[in-house]
């Protein structure tokens, strides 16, 4: 057919359709280049805005001229309770073992057989030898 048909000059060619396509992910990651700049933009602005506003804070604060000595009493008061609340434990402990052994002891039966044997009930070597 010629050239100047309706048919030839509505189709487009080949190049042109396969350039759309090529440009399309190219402006996409562009976009998204550029999006991910604008966050990181506005995360570095809230990060700023953030430090400033928190230095601020902190340089209206003044420190209590006592606050070593305060601190200090204070974690050396919950030390020596620590410590306290330790030795009772342990004595208490030292003391219901003991305690517990003595009862086991005097529970066991008072024939001196059955714990301490002398040779002349029940048998072995005591006999053999004399």
Do not use: C, K
């Amino acid at each position: 057919m010629n050239e100047m048909s309706p048919d030839r000059t509505e189709q487009p060619e080949p190049a042109e359709l396969t350039e759309p396509e090529q440009s399309e992910p190219a402006a996409l990651t562009e976009l998204t280049e550029l999006t991910e700049l604008t966050e990181l933009t506005e995360e570095h602005r809230t990060e700023q805005a953030l430090r400033e506003a928190l230095g601020l804070l902190a340089g209206g604060v003044r420190a209590d001229p006592d606050a070593y000595r305060t601190a200090r009493s204070d974690w050396l008061r919950r030390e020596r309770r620590r410590r306290l609340v330790l030795a009772v434990l342990i004595a208490v402990v030292f003391t219901l073992t003991t305690l517990i052994g003595l009862w086991v002891l005097n529970q066991a039966p008072s024939d001196p057989d059955l714990i301490f044997s002398d040779g002349h009930h029940g048998g072995g070597h005591a006999n053999a030898a004399g």
